[in-house]
């Protein structure tokens, strides 16, 4: 490192001013850092491990712009350990281990320990992560890894068993959007010398846009302010094409809250309904794009399933219900790929909705005439004396009969009444054993 001079400050007040809005509003503080609650939520081991400073090795595992560095820098600010920072791209086996030796020095000379951070870890080859084991090992650095890849895949055994793995997820909208209120308000390291006038809008739209990815969102919004000349009122107004233009994603025209949500769902459910599923994707598709909610798609999907295709291919529930599953174990972005392939089985699948006009049918006969006694011989004839009373008497057990036996099973006053009607789509056929009973059941 150079030594300080009469410029040393100059410089540094220099770099600060050339790095993007995303490094500069890099949090300092836990108490700064946005989202990550299901590892650094009240009373979590990672935050009380932090706030201890007693960390062990740890390797944090998610995709690009949830806050991995950020996190590292956060414990190098907290920690009283001597803090390093690498990049694997950059550095080879004998930068590594000067790195190492240092780290001993410290430890030997000082009694203070290490915390090594090298990002993007699993670039690192064998060689170069079997060079860390021994260090990693006997305590000298305290290891903090921040990978895109799975570490299982990505990082060596040895270094796996001894440390700890936490997974940052995508961050909400909710988060990223406070994120960028925080930018334009923040004097010092923010946007907050520029006047800005943001359109709500428009923030939501970097915000959803943004996909989980905060150093997205950050260089779109300080793309924008930059970019946008104040107006006559002084003020650097940012709409929303301007914020579409800014993260090169086209604005739909998509209010979750409003006509537009409705006109589009109702679109997808009427094309899986009448079988066209190329209009089914295209629909899906731009639901996607506008950051609608997976969970709601799925139900959209299972409840199309159940009604619209039913009993033609009772399999369709199956699918839309198994989509809901995948959707939750994966995650964007490849959750579009377990919706689409339900959509379009959906979409493809035969259609009947006798099961659901006939639950209705039954639903509204239950409103309007009440529950009818059960017929004797169907009542429950296992607990003590019930039979003294005739019930179960003169019942037929259908497997008695190969499967089918005629008998009544609806109530008296309902004899005869008929809720399913198939539709003869698919399977939704008439049984065989049905075939020459002109009244059906009873």
Aim: with cysteine; charged share 20%; hydrophobic share 40%.
């Amino acid at each position: 490192m150079s030594e300080p001079n009469l410029f040393s400050g100059q410089a540094d007040a220099n770099r600060r001013r050339a790095e993007p809005l995303a490094a500069r509003m890099r949090p300092r503080s836990l108490a700064e850092y946005v989202g990550q609650e299901q590892i650094l939520g009240p009373g979590r081991l990672l935050r009380r491990a932090i706030e201890a400073d007693q960390l062990s090795s740890l390797l944090f595992y998610g995709p690009p712009g949830v806050g991995k560095t950020s996190l590292a820098r956060v414990i190098a600010n907290t920690t009283s350990s001597s803090f390093k920072q690498l990049s694997a791209v950059g550095t080879g086996v004998a930068e590594l281990r000067a790195v190492l030796q240092a780290a001993r020095q410290n430890l030997e000379l000082y009694n203070m320990r290490t915390v090594l951070f090298i990002d993007e870890i699993h670039r690192f080859n064998k060689g170069q992560q079997d060079a860390l084991l021994p260090a990693v090992e006997d305590g000298t650095v305290i290891l903090i890894g921040a990978t895109t890849e799975n570490p299982y895949f990505e990082v060596n055994g040895a270094l796996l068993s001894r440390s700890r793995i936490f997974r940052l997820e995508p961050l909400q909208k909710q988060h990223i959007r406070a994120l960028l209120l925080l930018a334009l308000r923040d004097k010092e390291r923010g946007l907050g010398n520029f006047q800005v006038d943001m359109q709500e809008e428009a923030l939501l739209h970097i915000a959803d846009a943004a996909a989980g990815d905060a150093r997205n969102a950050y260089n779109a919004l300080e793309l924008a302010v930059l970019t946008t000349a104040p107006a006559a009122d002084g003020l650097r107004h940012i709409t929303l094409e301007v914020a579409a233009e800014s993260i090169q994603q086209k604005a739909l025209h998509y209010d979750k809250q409003g006509d537009n949500h409705y006109d589009v769902i109702s679109a997808f459910i009427k094309s899986m309904r009448g079988s066209d599923p190329d209009a089914a994707l295209h629909y899906l598709a731009r639901m996607i794009r506008a950051g609608e909610q997976p969970e709601f798609i799925c139900r959209r999907i299972i409840i199309c399933a159940a009604e619209d295709v039913g009993l033609a291919d009772p399999q369709a529930l199956q699918v839309a219900t198994a989509c809901m599953d995948a959707v939750h174990f994966v995650g964007w972005p490849e959750a579009r790929i377990p919706l689409a392939l339900a959509a379009v089985y959906v979409a493809r699948a035969p259609k009947s909705n006798s099961a659901y006009l006939g639950i209705d049918a039954a639903l509204a006969d239950v409103d309007k005439l009440g529950d009818f006694a059960v017929p004797r011989h169907l009542r429950d004839s296992s607990y003590p004396g019930a039979k003294q009373f005739g019930h179960g008497a003169g019942y037929k057990y259908a497997h008695d009969f190969g499967g089918y036996v005629q008998q009544q099973y609806l109530p008296d006053e309902l004899k005869g009444r008929k809720y399913l009607n198939p539709t003869g789509n698919g399977a939704d056929q008439t049984a065989p054993w049905f075939a020459d009973q002109k009244q059906g059941r009873d």
